[in-house]
């Protein structure tokens, strides 16, 4: 089903690097609203159906497939965001995070290695990343409802991540997240008025 190539979707640019903003950017990441949620519930609910010519089953797996996209350009803007931010910004990043603190700390040096300066799989609170916020119902219609709701709370975080940064380059990237977003939200309204369930 994926391939991979080096042309990305999204040339994403920081202006000035900025940790704090850096650790921001991870909700969009792994947070109940974040990117991996939606990609992993469409790839799941897709799984879910049985037919395999299913038109909706593909316009999941296409979707999904578009958030893996996303996730990368959000994980190269946290790492662009850190790799030449001043150390005092991201060392009060990074300590405002229990998880880095206690790395950076040594009480687990290897992790130090592995997880520092660079995105990961969790939310800003320094979470990982769970399943449990998915939502695969079996049931085509309850599954729309919640990619309707999985795309409203994206769009919101999205916008307010774009107001609390004065990053050109930033803003561009969460502006393309929006847009892309809100067409995902249309998407999925009109698998609901196909199924019957209301008029767009």
């Known amino acids: ?13 920081v202006e000035k690097p900025n940790a704090l903003f850096a650790k921001r950017l991870q909700q969009a990441i792994g947070g109940t609203e974040g990117e991996i949620r939606v990609c992993m519930q469409y790839m799941f609910q897709a799984w879910a159906m049985t037919k395999k010519s299913n038109k909706y089953r593909s316009l999941l797996l296409y979707t999904a497939a578009e958030e893996l996209s996303h996730i990368e350009m ?10 030449n931010a001043p150390v005092d910004l991201q060392e009060d990043a990074a300590y ?11 009480l687990k040096p290897r992790q130090a290695f592995d997880d520092c300066l660079h995105a990961m799989p969790m939310n800003s609170q320094g979470a990982a990343w769970s ?5 695969v119902s079996g049931d085509l219609i309850g ?9 409203v709370t994206g769009i919101a975080l999205a916008k307010r991540l774009y107001q609390q940064t004065n990053d050109r380059g930033m803003q561009h990237m969460l502006k393309h ?24």
């Open 96 to 106: 405002r995070n229990p998880m880095v603190k206690s790395i950076l700390d040594g």
């Open 177 to 200: 997240i929006i847009e892309r977003d809100k067409l995902h939200q249309k998407q999925w309204l009109t698998v609901l008025a196909e199924l019957g369930e209301l008029t767009v």
């Open 74 to 83: 959000l994980a190269t803007a946290v790492a662009k965001n850190l790799s």
């Open 143 to 151: 599954d729309m409802y919640a990619n309707l709701m999985a795309e």
């Open 1 to 13: 089903m994926f391939y991979t190539d080096a042309k990305v979707q999204f040339d994403v640019r």
């Open 131 to 135: 399943s449990e916020c998915i939502v």
